[in-house]
């Protein structure tokens, strides 16, 4: 049994435009000998994205040969919802995002995550709709070490499919996978300490932190987003609050990993 088959119907293979979405891309690709009409890759930018992260996307897409449809939150006149886009008219700002908290007159948090439902699931969701899909199968990319994160789909039209999680394949075996990748064709994702949404909340304090010594002017709209809104993303810490204690403290803080919270909420899988 190949867990990377595609399912009977239409299938969404939701690309987050990190390692593990890749490589699952990667293997459905593989699996499938490509994709027929009734597959799509779908990713949406939230324009928080790092410009690395939309490299990788467009990288994929030009190296495996296949279609990435880029979509994004727009809260337009045609009352749409969604803006098609593609790599080189991405919002790189947060325009989605900053205009989802302006419209909401309200921040995300680690409870009420609804940055992953509007900015990611219901651009996507009106794109397919756009072209006349009624239901789908969703491929999404969450590994068998991250079981805990696997939910339901909370529409009926929608039934979720893991397929790395049903292949058993650990955050080894796609870090293995870019490593040789990245040996003989130069490809993978160009992140380091960071991840895809450049100040997210659900990172860790440790992992902010670090975007704060080395990316404070992408660190900066997340300060800006606080003071427009009079509110925090996280109630115990205001990214103001965090961007100051690094700047006085300097990289010794770092040096100690029991130092700054490493514990983290994970990031979206939407």
């Known amino acids: 049994m190949n867990h990377y ?21 990667h293997e459905i690709l593989k699996a499938n000998d490509g994709l027929p009409d009734r597959a799509k890759v779908v990713f949406a930018n939230t324009g928080r994205e790092m410009p690395e992260t939309l490299d990788f996307v467009q990288a994929c897409s030009d190296r495996w040969n296949v279609s990435i449809t880029w979509v994004e939150y727009f809260d337009g006149n045609n009352g749409s919802g969604f803006a098609e886009v593609s790599r080189k008219s991405a919002a790189m700002d947060g325009q989605p995002f900053e205009q989802m908290i302006v419209r909401d007159k309200r921040l995300p948090d680690v409870v009420r995550r609804f940055c992953t439902r509007k900015l990611k699931i219901l651009p996507t969701v009106k794109y ?90 992408r660190m900066q709209w997340w300060v800006d987003m606080e003071k427009k809104v009079g509110s925090q993303f996280i109630d115990s810490q205001g990214y103001a609050q965090l961007g100051d204690f690094v700047q006085r403290q300097f990289d010794w803080i770092f040096d100690d990993e029991a130092f700054l919270c490493q514990a983290s909420d994970g990031e979206c899988t939407g």
Request: aromatic share 10%; proline share 5%; glycine share 8%.
């Open 128 to 217: 397919l709709k756009s072209i006349g899909w009624t239901k789908w199968h969703n491929a999404v990319g969450i590994r068998a070490d991250e079981a805990r994160r696997i939910k339901p789909a909370p529409v009926k039209y929608i039934t979720q499919w893991f397929p790395l999680n049903n292949a058993q394949i650990r955050k080894p075996d796609v870090a293995e996978f870019w490593l040789k990748q990245n040996t003989a064709f130069g490809h993978d994702l160009r992140l380091t300490t960071t991840s895809n949404c450049d100040g997210c909340f659900l990172k860790s304090e440790a992992n902010r932190a670090a975007m704060w010594r080395s990316h404070p002017d």
């Open 5 to 25: 088959t595609l399912p009977d119907g239409n299938v969404l293979i939701s690309f987050s435009g990190g390692r593990t979405s890749g490589y699952m891309l």
